[in-house]
């Protein structure tokens, strides 16, 4: 699943809620409540739909039962501000934590690697509209995406427009104790073009920046497509990585379908500390109730220990 298709489906799901069944929620009152995961997996409305329901309450309290303690929606911004309050507040009543959303977004444009200053100010715009969705779902964390590359502009631009940008951001942050989080796209499937694409120039930005409050969210599905050589990548970078996401290769689909080894790269990631967000960023294997059955069980095989 790509991330355009990823988002669609997460819009499609938003457009369920027409006719309001958000408030009528319904409780799962049969369901015995799982012993909670040890990473703090971030699943995303949708991957659990057929065995949850289509309400996005319903999803949350059934994740909640299942032993996920941490929820993400990579476009809330998009939601009417009354369902995100709703979300939000299911989310504290249960003792759950809220992960990312994306503050700012393109896939045509080229915003952060240029110097277009309509492209520039439409960033800084979004980012500040970010701070009162993060305050709104009491989390510290907005992904921002860094848009397109500008094949005309010598690279080293390109990076140096990028790191000013970010500053302005890290400066917009800074007061609310926000941390935006930059993810690295893969070029040879998925986003071809876009500007930031490897976990080395991620990190180089970073420290451009020089600030606790930019970030590098580290896919793991993106990565091993891009670069490859996963764990010694993540410990080069680790000191600027703040969050995570999964999803198997080859198809982006749940931990065992492909090629990666997730029990030992999470048992990695538990072992040297990190208790942050893990976003569940990926389809099913298979689809209907039975695929996300077994999306379930493939977390519990791979939950660190």
């Known amino acids: 699943m790509n991330r355009r298709n990823f988002i669609q489906t ?12 958000i408030i009528a929620a319904r409780e799962f009152t049969s369901i ?49 501000v009354a369902e995100q309050e709703a979300i939000s507040n299911q989310i504290q009543k249960l003792g759950m934590e809220f992960g990312q ?5 393109t896939f045509e444009d080229v915003t952060f690697a240029g110097r277009d200053e309509e492209q520039r100010k439409k960033v800084l715009d979004d980012v500040k ?12 964390i ?14 080293d631009f390109q990076m140096a427009n990028a790191i000013e940008l970010l500053r302005q951001i890290a400066e917009i942050y800074e007061p609310h104790g926000i941390t935006m989080v930059m993810e690295p796209m893969n070029h040879k499937i998925d986003h ?21 409050h930019v970030k590098i969210l580290f896919d793991i599905y993106h990565v091993q497509i891009q ?20 999803g198997d290769t080859p198809g982006r689909k749940e931990p065992g379908s492909g090629e990666i080894h997730y029990q030992n790269v999470l048992q990695h990631i538990h072992d040297k500390g990190y208790r942050g967000f893990v976003g569940l960023e990926h389809g099913t294997s ?16 791979v939950d660190p220990k």
């Open 286 to 301: 298979k689809s209907g109730a039975e695929g996300e059955w077994i999306t379930l069980k493939a977390y519990r095989a």
């Open 227 to 246: 670069e490859g050589n996963l764990i010694p990548t993540m410990d080069y970078a680790w000191d600027e990585i703040a969050y995570f996401q999964m």
């Open 32 to 80: 015995q409540r799982e012993t909670p995961f040890n990473m703090k997996f971030s699943p995303d409305f949708g991957l659990f739909a057929d065995v949850a329901g289509k309400n996005v309450l319903d999803q949350i309290k059934w994740a909640y039962d299942q032993g996920f303690r941490a929820w993400e929606n990579t476009m809330l911004k998009n939601r009417p």
């Open 142 to 155: 907005v992904h921002n995406v860094l848009g397109m590359s500008d094949p005309k502009l010598p690279w």
């Open 101 to 105: 959303f994306v503050g700012t977004l």
């Open 10 to 21: 997460g819009l499609a799901s938003g457009a369920l809620l027409a006719a309001n069944p």
């Open 192 to 212: 071809p073009g876009m500007f930031l694409h490897t976990v080395p120039q991620a990190y180089a930005l970073a420290k451009g920046v020089g600030s606790p």
């Open 129 to 140: 509209k970010s701070v009162e969705i993060a305050r709104r779902m009491n989390t510290k």
